[in-house]
């Protein structure tokens, strides 16, 4: 199975700040990689798919980046509505496994 | 526009069957590929397993021997039986679609979780 780390778990920031989250894969997966946001009493809704392609509708300041086994997920100038909590996941082979998440908390 | 609801007890006792349904409406369940996935409490996301429309299935391996994902095609319904449930079966279990998305930069169909039903809390208890 690949195993997806995801790091931090957890981090504080205001609005405005520009925030980074990371994710690293046990192997090579090219650019087979999502990113979804999680908030509590809802689904999770994607925001960022093959590593680096902004879903309809998501934000432009939302971007990912990344290939190979490394990824990464930033939020240009947290707005309120930002404050979740953040999965990866692998796209590249069963089982689609995810990442354990960043919790974005306010500072 | 697509909505995925699930249903089923949200109650199920200890070695018993977790059974769930998912409804696809405003859509075809053709072509794509349904998933589960479950979130326990103050846990992460884990997938759980997906089905094609024509039946052919892939289920996570720490789960696989408990796990049975079926379609039905002519009601637009996906299920979920998880056996011989324990106490630590206890989730938030979501349906979801995985879609065939296009990618720009570079060119090529990626896929991804993009539709979403609300969830339903399972819990397992005598």
């Known amino acids: 199975d690949i195993q997806v780390t995801q790091s931090p778990s957890s981090l504080s920031a205001s609005v405005g700040d520009r925030v980074t989250m990371t994710c690293r894969a046990s192997?090579?997966?090219?650019?087979?990689f999502n990113w979804y946001q999680k908030k509590p009493g809802k689904a999770p809704n994607l925001l960022i798919f093959?590593?680096?392609s902004l879903q309809s509708g998501v934000p432009p300041r939302f971007s990912g980046t990344g290939f190979g086994t490394d990824f990464t997920l930033t939020i240009s100038s947290l707005q309120p509505e930002d404050f979740a909590t953040y999965y990866c996941?692998?796209?590249?082979?069963?089982?689609?496994?995810f990442g354990g998440g960043t919790k974005v908390g306010i500072k | 526009q697509v909505q995925l609801q699930e249903s089923g007890p949200g109650l199920v006792k200890p070695s018993e069957t977790l059974s769930l349904t998912c409804t696809v409406s405003?859509?075809?369940?053709?072509?794509?590929?349904w998933t589960w996935i479950r979130q326990a409490p103050g846990k992460g996301l884990e997938w759980i397993g997906y089905?094609?429309?024509?039946?052919?299935?892939k289920y996570s391996p720490s789960l696989k021997s408990r796990v049975t994902i079926s379609v039905d095609t002519s009601k637009n319904q996906f299920s979920l039986k998880l056996s011989s449930v324990t106490a630590s079966d206890t989730a938030v279990y979501y349906c979801?679609?995985?879609?065939?998305?296009?990618?720009?930069?570079?060119?090529?169909?990626?896929?991804?979780?993009?539709?979403w039903g609300q969830g339903t809390t399972v819990t397992v208890s005598s």
């Open positions: 979801a679609r995985r879609g065939g998305l296009l990618s720009t930069t570079p060119p090529g169909y990626y896929y991804a979780l993009d539709v």
């Open positions: 405003g859509g075809s369940i053709s072509t794509y590929y």
């Open positions: 089905i094609s429309d024509d039946g052919f299935t």
């Open positions: 192997q090579n997966i090219t650019r087979y």
């Open positions: 093959a590593a680096s």
């Open positions: 996941q692998q796209s590249y082979g069963s089982p689609f496994t």
